[in-house]
C-alpha cells in the first residue's frame, strides 16, 4: 500500500504541475470579452460583404463618418438598415443620380435612425420612427413604419415595404439591419413626386447603382476612377455642409 503511494508521488506531482502551468498560461489567452475602441460602421458592413455600394455612399456623403461620432457620444445610440448591393442595383437605372446632390444625402440619412433598436425593440415601436431626415423640408417626417408578425419585422416606407432582415451587429450603440430593397421615402418617391419611370439619360455615366456588379473586392476601399463617382462626390461636397448642419442639431 505504501509502496504503491510512493510511486505514484512523482506523478501526481508531474500531473499537478501539467494542471498548473495550463490555469497559469490559460489565464492571460482569455482578456476581457469584445474588441475594445471606437465602433466603425464600415468595418462592421465590410464584415457583412455585400454592402460595396452602400459603404460608398456613406463614405462620400460623409454620413458614414458622422454615424460613428454620434454612436461614440450619444447616449441614444443608433441603428442603421443597410442596403445591400442587390438592392441598388435592383432600382431603376438612374434613380440616385438623377437625385439632387441635397435629395441623395437624405436619401442615405433615411437609413440612419437616431436611435439604438434590437428586433424586439422594433416589434413594439410606436410609428412612425424618426430617422436622420427627419425634420428636413421644414419639418417633413421621413418616418419609418415597422409591423411584425411573430419574430418577423418588416419596415414601410409608404412606397416599398421590405423584410428587416439578419443583424450585422444587434449591441449597443449601433444595430446595423440588412435591408433588401433601399428605403424610398414617401417624401421623395410618392406620388406626384419624383418619377421612377423616367429613362435614364443613356449619355451620363452608369449609375451608382449599377457599380456593384463589378467585382467587389477590388472596389471596395479603392477610389473609384469612374467621372460618374467624382461628379457625385462634389455634389455630395454641396449638400455635405448642409448634413453636418443637420447632424449637429440633432445632437
Ligand atoms: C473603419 O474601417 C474601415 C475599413 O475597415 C477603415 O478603412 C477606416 O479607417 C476605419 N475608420 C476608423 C475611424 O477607424
Ligand atoms: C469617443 O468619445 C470619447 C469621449 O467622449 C473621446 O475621448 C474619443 O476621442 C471619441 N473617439 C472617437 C473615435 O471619436
Ligand atoms: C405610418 O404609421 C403612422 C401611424 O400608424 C400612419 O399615420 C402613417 O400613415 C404610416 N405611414 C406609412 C408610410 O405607412
Ligand atoms: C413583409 O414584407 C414582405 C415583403 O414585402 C411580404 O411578403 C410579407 O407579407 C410582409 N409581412 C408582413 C407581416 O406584413
Ligand atoms: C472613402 O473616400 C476616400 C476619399 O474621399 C477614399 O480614399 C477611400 O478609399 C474611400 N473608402 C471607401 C471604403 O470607399
Request: proline letters at 7%; hydrophobic letters at 40%.
Amino acid at each position: 500500500m505504501a509502496t504503491i503511494h510512493l510511486t505514484l508521488a512523482p506523478l501526481f506531482l508531474l500531473l499537478a504541475a501539467i494542471f498548473l502551468s495550463t490555469v497559469v498560461t490559460a489565464q492571460p489567452a482569455a482578456p476581457a470579452p469584445g474588441p475594445a475602441g471606437p465602433v466603425n460602421i464600415t468595418a462592421v458592413l465590410e464584415k457583412g460583404g455585400q454592402f460595396v455600394t452602400f459603404i460608398r455612399l456613406l463614405n462620400t456623403t460623409q454620413i458614414g463618418n458622422q454615424i460613428n461620432i454620434q454612436v461614440n457620444s450619444s447616449t441614444e445610440g443608433m441603428t442603421v438598415f443597410a442596403p445591400t448591393d442587390n438592392a441598388f442595383q435592383n432600382l431603376k437605372p438612374g434613380t440616385l443620380n438623377k437625385l439632387s446632390p441635397d435629395d441623395q444625402v437624405k436619401l442615405i440619412l433615411y437609413h440612419v435612425s437616431p436611435k439604438f433598436y434590437t428586433l424586439d425593440d422594433l416589434l413594439s415601436v410606436s410609428n412612425p420612427v424618426g430617422t436622420q431626415a427627419t425634420g428636413r423640408d421644414g419639418g417633413a417626417v421621413y418616418g419609418l413604419n415597422f409591423t411584425g408578425q411573430g419574430n418577423q419585422v418588416n419596415v414601410s416606407t409608404g412606397v416599398i415595404e421590405t423584410r428587416v432582415s439578419n443583424a450585422l451587429r444587434d449591441e449597443r450603440p449601433l444595430a446595423v439591419y440588412v435591408v433588401d430593397m433601399v428605403l424610398l421615402p414617401e417624401e421623395m418617391f410618392g406620388k406626384h413626386k419624383i418619377s421612377l419611370v423616367a429613362p435614364a439619360p443613356k449619355s451620363k455615366s452608369p449609375a451608382v447603382s449599377d457599380d456593384s456588379s463589378e467585382d467587389s473586392s477590388k472596389k471596395a476601399g479603392v477610389p473609384s476612377e469612374k467621372s460618374g463617382s467624382g461628379e457625385m462626390k462634389a455634389g455630395f461636397g454641396f449638400g455635405l455642409g448642409l448634413v453636418l448642419l443637420c447632424l449637429k442639431f440633432i445632437v
